[in-house]
């Protein structure tokens, strides 16, 4: 008997997607194959891939044989990332009768750009597609709106290695922050920066800031003995920098999702996130495990520092008991349950 074969059509691995798929391998016993772009230089992570999951590169196929691949394949489900790739969404249609998911992450902002899609992509895409699986409610929302009915929104698409994180758990009493991310302007690095700077020099009790990352603003950085720059890192190198930090820091201004704050969570950090972080609305419960501030606002920002850096280590370590607690509302072994469950119409 032939085992059943799952095909995700993708844009760039990351390490909690390899993850996840590893896991519906082991705990399905389901073969996985995945079509993806090469790995981004700004990310260049470093995958492990189960023995029943085979990865096979984008470039090197065309819609044509896109098409061929599944119907070589054929696949019991397919997962097809985004609807950027045109060549995807073409090699989908062309074998309808396969159970299908479109996956995204955007918000519904109401733009005139996503009025437009809404009107034109509710008579195509709950046709082309069976399910919408996206992260959260805030794409719930969008999701209805590209005409998609409420049994066909599936969500908890993005998960970490809550395993692995958990393995990295804080005992919160480092006077550090942490931050993690791209050095891109959407991503509030630069807020982060000078509001931590002005604070820090209020305060009797100094504390440090560590960023992991790159991108292409790296070298435009601000850079002072209290901010340590640790660059690109793996996430299991990432285990010594969790350990010697008290509280994780997400200021973007543009943050449809956020997995990274999924795994702080499961590393048992106190969160302060702005209101454009999607994943805020799931792992952080404000002012019980950590702290939401209106995006861009540097008085608020600086606000919630401030009360997270006036805390002793003993009620840091109590919001980061509770942030462990909510990572554990998706799981590697729920995302594959789901991803299952798609498979039968």
């Known amino acids: ?8 059509l993708y844009t760039e691995l990351a390490g ?3 993850n996840c798929m590893n896991t ?18 700004e990310a260049p992570f470093q995958f492990d891939f189960h023995p ?4 096979h590169n984008r470039n090197e196929h065309e819609e044509g044989s896109l098409t061929e691949l599944i ?8 997962y097809c990332s985004g609807w950027a790739d045109k060549a995807y969404l073409k090699a989908i249609k062309a074998h ?10 955007n918000q519904w902002e109401g733009s005139a750009k996503q009025k437009v899609l809404s009107l034109a992509a509710r008579f195509i895409f709950p046709r082309q597609f069976n399910f919408a699986f996206v992260p959260g409610e805030r794409q719930v929302s969008f999701a209805k709106k590209l005409g998609f009915k409420k049994e066909q929104i599936k969500t908890g698409v993005y998960c970490c290695d809550v395993d692995l994180f958990k393995s990295y758990q804080s005992d919160n009493k480092s006077r550090a922050l942490l931050w993690v991310g791209r050095y891109i302007p959407q991503k509030g690095a630069e807020l982060l920066w000078n509001t931590f700077l002005e604070l820090n020099a209020e305060m009797d009790n100094k504390w440090t800031l560590h960023c992991a ?6 070298d435009q950085r601000v850079q002072d003995e209290s901010i340590i720059h640790h660059g690109f890192v793996q996430p299991e190198n990432l285990k010594t920098i969790i350990q010697k930090s008290a509280c994780f820091v997400l200021p973007s201004h543009f943050e449809p999702w956020g997995v990274v704050v999924h795994e702080m969570a499961a590393a048992g950090l106190p969160i302060i996130i702005s209101s454009a972080v999607g994943a805020g609305d799931v792992f952080v419960d404000d002012n019980k495990n950590g702290i939401v501030f209106t995006s861009e606002d540097r008085l608020e920002l600086k606000n919630a520092l401030r009360k997270i850096m006036s805390k002793s280590p003993e009620e840091l370590h109590k919001m980061g008991e509770k942030s462990s607690k909510m990572a554990e509302k998706i799981v590697p ?4 349950d789901t991803v299952e469950s798609m498979m039968y119409l």
């Not at 990352?213 to 790296?218: I, L, N, Q, R, V």
Request: proline letters at 5%; hydrophobic letters at 50%.
């Open 16 to 18: 909690y997607m390899v």
């Open 213 to 218: 990352g790159t991108g292409a603003d790296f």
């Open 24 to 41: 519906l391998a082991e705990e399905k016993g389901i073969e996985v194959h995945v079509v993806a772009y090469p790995i981004n230089a």
């Open 71 to 78: 119907a070589l394949l054929k696949p019991n489900w397919i």
């Open 96 to 105: 309808s009768h396969i159970p299908s998911a479109l996956a995204f992450d």
């Open 1 to 8: 008997m032939k085992a059943r074969t799952a095909l995700f």
């Open 52 to 55: 029943q999951l085979t990865i």
């Open 333 to 336: 072994k729920s995302w594959a």
